[in-house]
């Protein structure tokens, strides 16, 4: 994904006077990080939305602030889902030259004659993994062909991504991504609980300055 820059300027205002910026199609938010001062920021939302089409939890953004250049990852979003906008976003401030750990998501795409010969049923597991990377490294997504699941009992597994060099996966490699179930008696039933007792541990998450009341 191209450079993604987002224009900021610095926000005094807090608490409920927020809503009249969200009025004037302003989107509030905050920066902070590890010697970082948390810095409350307000953006355009129309712009916002549209340069962060795509983007994921693991992309690297560029936040313009007042002629400064902020490396940056989404830490939260906040959305009206009646509609369908954001209402508040919390960004975290990385450097270039320190790793970072984080959640990169897990989307399976392709075919699997598993299902389509063996009417069989794909349960996922883990949709997200945890790696620990340069910011500039950290890849948006891990995209898993299902193609390899030929027969019910085929399983592809955290230990099965291919990824750089300059990534290290943090999440136990043999945690399940998917399985092709059967459909005879519960065997996908039991495999779908399974694997949804398997939660993914989170092992490192921004947090607010508690002095903000957005």
Known sequence: ?????????????????????????KLPAVIYGHKFDP?????????TTKAMLGSTAS??????????ELSVIVREKQKNFIRNEYIHLDF?????????????????????????????????????????????????????????????????????LTVSDKVEILTDPDEMLVLAAGRSGDAAEEAAEDLAAAEPEVVEKGKKDDNFEE
């Not at 953004?61 to 400064?68: A, D, E, R, V, W």
């Not at 897990?106 to 945890?130: C, H, I, P, R, W």
């Open 1 to 25: 994904m191209s450079k993604i820059v987002l224009n900021a300027e610095t926000r005094t205002v807090i608490g409920k006077q927020v809503k009249q910026l969200r009025r004037e199609g």
């Open 59 to 68: 992309s690297l953004l560029t936040i313009n602030l007042n002629g400064k």
């Open 39 to 47: 810095q409350p920021i307000t953006l355009d939302l129309r712009e």
């Open 92 to 160: 975290l401030a990385v450097s270039l030259t320190e790793k970072l750990r984080t959640t990169v998501a897990v989307v399976l795409e392709g075919e699997s004659l598993a299902v389509k010969d063996f009417d069989a049923v794909l349960v996922t597991g883990l949709t997200e993994v945890e790696v620990e990377a340069y910011p500039q490294d950290l890849p948006e997504k891990f995209f898993i062909d299902v193609a390899p699941l030929k027969k019910p009992g085929d399983s592809i597994a955290v230990k099965d």
